[in-house]
């Protein structure tokens, strides 16, 4: 007289179905938040590693300029592609700074030539003007660019900064 209904244990085709798509909605929202997060990783090494030699060039070069005797060039109103200083020690004469191939250089005398970039940069645009006046020290803008190696299709992207300093004569 009474039909007894037998249950089957498992999950159906639809159930199986809407778990999937949950399941890879899930995984290509967890992909997409890690793709973003390297990305802005990589960006701010960027950033970084061009800020970071940036600020040491400039400050190398205006620790150097306070700490020279005289500047042979730019003159007194003039604007140069290099820096030339005559420093108190005589070995170290003149002192040099330029840009050559992306790479800025500092020369100590007859010494070789002292990288100041690392192959991680490209340096452009390095400009020295004289700002003095004939009664005042010499006082020197300094301006130059840095630019990420990185391709535009990397991760990271492609990062420039220009650096605008200004040293003068300690007397």
Do not use: C, W
């Not at 970084?48 to 030699?53: G, P, R, S």
């Not at 452009?124 to 803008?141: E, G, H, M, Q, V």
């Amino acid at each position: 007289m009474f039909k007894t209904f037998e249950f089957k244990k498992g999950i159906s085709l639809v159930e199986t179905l809407i778990y999937i798509s949950i399941f890879s909605i899930f995984i290509l929202s967890v992909t997409t938040f890690m793709s973003s997060l390297s990305s802005s990783r990589l960006h701010n090494q960027i950033v970084l590693e061009v800020n970071d030699q940036g600020a040491r060039v400039m400050k190398t070069i205006t620790q150097t300029l306070r700490n020279a005797s005289q500047v042979n060039s730019p003159t007194i109103g003039n604007t140069a592609l290099n820096l030339n200083l005559v420093t108190y020690t005589s070995i170290k004469n003149p002192t040099i700074f330029s840009e050559n191939n992306g790479v800025i250089y500092m020369k100590e005398g007859s010494g070789a030539e002292i990288a100041l970039t690392n192959n991680k940069v490209i340096a452009s645009d390095l400009i020295f003007s004289n700002l003095s006046r004939p009664s005042t020290p010499n006082i020197i803008k300094i301006s130059f660019k840095l630019s990420s190696i990185s391709t535009t299709t990397s991760p990271g992207g492609a990062y420039s900064f220009t650096f605008f300093g200004s040293g003068g004569l300690r007397k």
